[in-house]
């Protein structure tokens, strides 16, 4: 899992990944409290969806206190490249230039401090 090829979360396995990253191993008390921030969801829910997760190698399940912990299996940075690249692939028939103009075409405004981060980006590539 760890390469990142099979990697194909569902968007409230990515939810509960997400509270996994920023939070670092935490109990299904804590990932349902959190959700729960967002919209309404069942405790037994979030446990059942964990499980799978189990199942599938995202996360992993620490049963040595009467509280099972869980930790992201998956990383964070490798997650987001993998989904983005099927996004872009399924969207824009693989073109990153694609996404960049509607994404930047589609803002109202881009600040000085974003439009100075993908210069440097730009020159970055530019360089390799």
């Avoid at 920023?22 to 109990?27: I, K």
């Avoid at 998956?74 to 993998?82: D, G, I, P, Y």
């Amino acid at each position: 899992m760890g390469q990142g090829h099979s990697i194909k979360p569902t968007e409230s396995e990515l939810e509960i990944l997400q509270i996994l990253w920023e939070n670092g191993p935490s109990s299904v008390r804590f990932v349902n409290d959190q959700l729960n921030e967002i919209r309404e969801v069942g405790y037994t829910t979030t446990l059942k969806i964990m499980q799978i997760m189990v199942e599938k190698k995202m996360v992993e399940r620490d049963t040595n206190s009467r509280t099972h912990i869980y930790s992201a299996l998956v990383n964070e940075k490798t997650t987001q490249q993998h989904l983005l690249k099927r996004f872009v692939d399924a969207t824009f028939r693989g073109s990153a230039m694609k996404l960049v103009v509607q994404a930047l075409g589609g803002q109202p405004e881009v600040s000085e401090e974003e439009l100075a981060e993908i210069k440097a980006l730009i020159k970055k590539i530019e360089n390799k």
